[in-house]
């Protein structure tokens, strides 16, 4: 079983939609959260940080962590065409090798 | 905020070659430095990381090695390239007393 689970996709949506994303974890010592997004043959671009369990909101963005059922979702409002990317969650331990575990990615295209 | 140059972007090089790969980062100091290989449609995997000057830790054993001889320096490097060495060389930089991680361009190796 990998640490890090997500539904690779593809998961096409029509513009405007609200998307949703998951990853599932098997490693309780997990603290920080993170998403990214991947552009076709370009590096992975930071787009949301959470520590621990909660909700955070930045624009059309919504991160969530739930730690006691290892899940976390990232929701896009208002989905729109440059959305279209692959998705990257990933998490670390609370150590000094901050050393971060991905997902596979889930690749999203959004339709005009 | 930072910025992560490597380079070359693409490169194609013979099976038994040496490689050589490098990476600088701009507006922080004693940065966590890491080595990420993406292979294609999979997530990443960490090759090496670095907290500080003449500091790498392996975390693949493999025909790969790093080297980090200045603090916003990190250098990938072979001896003699493997067909399986092909993918998506990405470097990252992160902050110690954070968990997130920042990513280059990345440099696609090609092996023949």
């Known amino acids: 079983q990998k640490e890090v689970e997500q539904d690779p996709g593809p998961l096409s949506v029509p513009e405007g939609a609200i998307v949703s994303l998951n990853c599932t974890y098997s490693?309780?010592?997990?603290?920080?959260f993170m998403w990214y997004r991947q552009y076709s043959r370009k590096g992975p671009e930071l787009l949301m940080y959470?520590?621990?369990?909660g909700n955070k909101e930045d624009g059309r963005f919504t991160a969530q962590v739930d730690k006691s059922s290892k899940y976390i979702s990232l929701f896009i409002r208002d989905s729109q065409p440059s959305d279209s990317a692959t998705y990257l969650c990933?998490?670390?331990?609370?150590?000094?090798?901050?050393?971060?575990?991905f997902g596979s990615g889930t690749r999203l295209q959004v339709q005009p | 905020s930072q910025t992560i140059h490597q380079w070359p972007a693409t490169l194609v090089q013979p099976v038994g070659s040496p490689l050589s790969l490098e990476c600088t980062v701009e507006?922080?100091?004693?940065?966590?430095l890491y080595w990420y290989r993406q292979a294609a449609g999979r997530g990443l995997q960490l090759l090496f990381y670095?907290?500080?000057?003449?500091?790498i830790s392996s975390e693949v054993p493999q025909n790969l090695s790093a080297s980090r001889p200045q603090d916003r320096q990190f250098i990938l490097s072979s001896k003699k390239l493997l067909l399986s060495d092909s993918g998506f060389y990405l470097c990252?930089?992160?902050?110690?007393?954070?968990?997130?991680?920042?990513f280059g361009p990345g440099t696609r190796l090609t092996v023949l």
């Open positions: 990933a998490m670390s331990e609370n150590t000094g090798r901050r050393a971060l575990t």
């Open positions: 490693n309780s010592a997990f603290q920080y």
């Open positions: 959470t520590y621990s369990s």
């Open positions: 507006g922080t100091s004693n940065p966590n």
């Open positions: 670095s907290v500080g000057i003449g500091q």
């Open positions: 990252a930089a992160g902050l110690a007393i954070t968990d997130t991680q920042y």
